[in-house]
């Protein structure tokens, strides 16, 4: 007599199964009903099927003694656990790079700000922040360049499977922005401070101008053209940059309280584990 099908031993709970049957594959539509006098009954060797009757259940693939894929068809029925990508985070490199480019770009601007709006004009305090913030600058692109290069030979953790597809390119949009400001922020500061004749300080070290600039504005420059490129580093890219920020938070913030605990991932801690069982 020919061995019982898998699908007629499982469902009578015969776990005198052949070798050959260790191997089997159920049909999601059969794995869902049950028969008239109770639930279905799986092998002793899949208990964990035996306690998940209650929840309908799509089995793909049993293989061995475990499952190697469970999905629930109804979402009042799935339990609470976290997105795939919610245990995924970025390297330790990309999260330090991250925070200290923060950090230093909102002293910049706040240092800005001081320089312009609170100090008086042509005084040793306003040197000294103009200094300061000219060192700042030229650290945020050296650190930006690295992080590009982490970002080139790194590949990010994935977004949320349940994103819209046009949060994905608002997300997407916002991040080439911010790459895009943090280079021309500071080279278009590199650019003004190398319109004069007096040397640049980094730190204390001398600075090379950027090179072409006199070439392209002549040397000295016209005033025109300092005042524009003034206005184009104080007040448009920094407002584009403002802009730009609370969008990123705000998107990071609303992913967060919907379920898509996204920050985690630019942070050392990790999200709780989710629960194992129903």
């Known amino acids: 007599m020919s061995p019982p099908s898998s699908r007629s031993a499982v469902q009578r709970g015969d776990d005198r199964l052949t070798p050959d049957r260790r191997r089997f594959r159920v049909h999601p539509k059969d794995a869902r009903k049950a028969p008239p006098d109770g639930p279905p009954r799986w092998p ?9 009757w ?7 693939h049993i293989e061995g003694n475990r499952v190697t894929d469970r999905s629930y068809s109804s979402p009042s029925a799935r339990p609470s656990v976290a997105p795939p990508s919610a245990g995924v985070g970025y390297t330790t490199a990309a999260i330090w790079l991250h925070w200290t480019i923060a950090a230093l770009l909102l002293a910049q601007l706040a240092l800005g700000w001081i320089m312009n709006e609170v100090l008086p004009d042509h005084t040793p305090n306003q040197a000294l922040a103009e200094s300061i913030h000219i060192s700042l600058g030229l650290t945020i692109l050296i650190l930006v360049l690295a992080r590009i290069a982490i970002r080139l030979t790194h590949r990010p ?23 895009v400001l943090m280079l021309v922020m500071p080279l278009s500061g ?9 040397p640049i300080s980094f730190w204390g070290l001398t600075w090379p101008h950027l090179p072409g600039v006199n070439a392209i504005t002549g040397n000295p420059a016209p005033k025109a053209t300092r005042q524009a490129l003034k206005h184009f580093h104080v007040y448009i890219l920094v407002w584009i940059f403002v802009v730009n920020w609370a969008l990123h938070v705000a998107g990071a913030l609303k992913h967060q309280f919907d379920g898509r605990p996204v920050l985690w991932r630019m942070t050392w801690l990790r999200p709780p584990a989710p629960p194992t069982g129903p």
Request: glycine share 4%; net charge positive; no cysteine.
């Open 190 to 198: 590199w650019a003004l401070v190398s319109l004069g004749n007096h």
């Open 44 to 52: 002793k060797r899949f208990p964990e099927l035996n306690r998940s």
């Open 54 to 60: 209650s929840v309908p259940v799509r089995l793909d």
């Open 157 to 179: 953790p994935p977004l949320p499977a349940d994103m819209p597809r046009w949060e994905r390119v608002l997300s997407g949009a916002v991040h080439f922005m911010f790459y």
